[in-house]
């Protein structure tokens, strides 16, 4: 059965408030209202592909599984409230949507996949030396070595100073 709104009840006003604009004296938006804004970041799933939330596992029955879908979707998620806050976010990493964060994580991907090659190709021609201290670095640590530190040098003899004549 139909409700029917005559419009005199105070609630029915309350409804009208929102349905005006806020210029009028209503709670509605004038136009369009930039902010709140929802900004992305893709990062790589369990499986390791480019993801930017997780939508399929959402509603999954398992509670454990949707709670992981929860957490991986909020980390991929920002809502910024200012234009100060979505420059500041902008400049951490975010996208505006979620093809351009999707795009901006496989463009990542490659320039470290290029550097690694490049790296590749230069410990090829290095000399037996060189290639002893790339090894050295590289055993200890985890991170990609494109650009080995030099060893610091011991502090040589101080020069002789000339005797004024």
Same mark, same amino acid.
């Given at each position: 059965?139909?409700?029917?709104?005559?419009?005199?009840?105070?609630?029915?006003k309350?409804?009208?408030?929102?349905?005006?604009?806020?210029?009028? =004296? =209503?709670?509605?938006?004038?136009?369009?209202?930039?902010f709140?804004?929802?900004?992305?970041?893709? *990062?790589?799933?369990?499986?390791?592909?480019?993801?930017?939330?997780?939508?399929?596992?959402?509603?999954?029955?398992?509670?454990?599984?949707?709670?992981?879908?929860? /957490? *991986?979707?909020?980390?991929?998620?920002?809502?910024?409230?200012?234009?100060?806050a979505?420059?500041?976010?902008?400049?951490?990493?975010?996208?505006?949507?979620?093809?351009?964060?999707?795009?901006?994580?496989?463009?990542?991907?490659?320039?470290?996949?290029?550097?690694?090659?490049?790296?590749?190709?230069?410990?090829?021609?290095?000399? /037996?030396?060189?290639?002893?201290?790339?090894?050295?670095?590289? /055993?200890?640590?985890?991170?990609?070595?494109?650009?080995?530190?030099?060893?610091?040098?011991?502090?040589?003899?101080?020069r002789?100073?000339? /005797?004024?004549?």
């Open positions: 059965m139909p409700i029917l709104r005559t419009g005199e009840s105070d609630y029915d309350e409804l009208a408030k929102w349905d005006l604009p806020k210029r009028l =004296g =209503g709670h509605n938006a004038d136009g369009y209202e930039e709140p804004r929802m900004l992305y970041k893709a *990062f790589r799933d369990e499986t390791g592909k480019a993801r930017c939330g997780d939508n399929r596992d959402l509603y999954a029955t398992d509670p454990v599984v949707q709670a992981r879908a929860i /957490a *991986f979707t909020a980390q991929c998620q920002l809502i910024v409230r200012s234009e100060d979505k420059r500041l976010a902008l400049s951490q990493g975010w996208r505006l949507t979620q093809q351009e964060a999707l795009d901006t994580l496989e463009a990542y991907q490659q320039d470290i996949a290029k550097a690694a090659a490049e790296a590749a190709y230069a410990v090829q021609r290095m000399s /037996a030396k060189a290639h002893a201290e790339y090894d050295a670095h590289d /055993a200890a640590s985890e991170a990609l070595a494109v650009d080995v530190p030099a060893p610091k040098k011991k502090p040589g003899r101080p002789k100073t000339q /005797a004024a004549a």
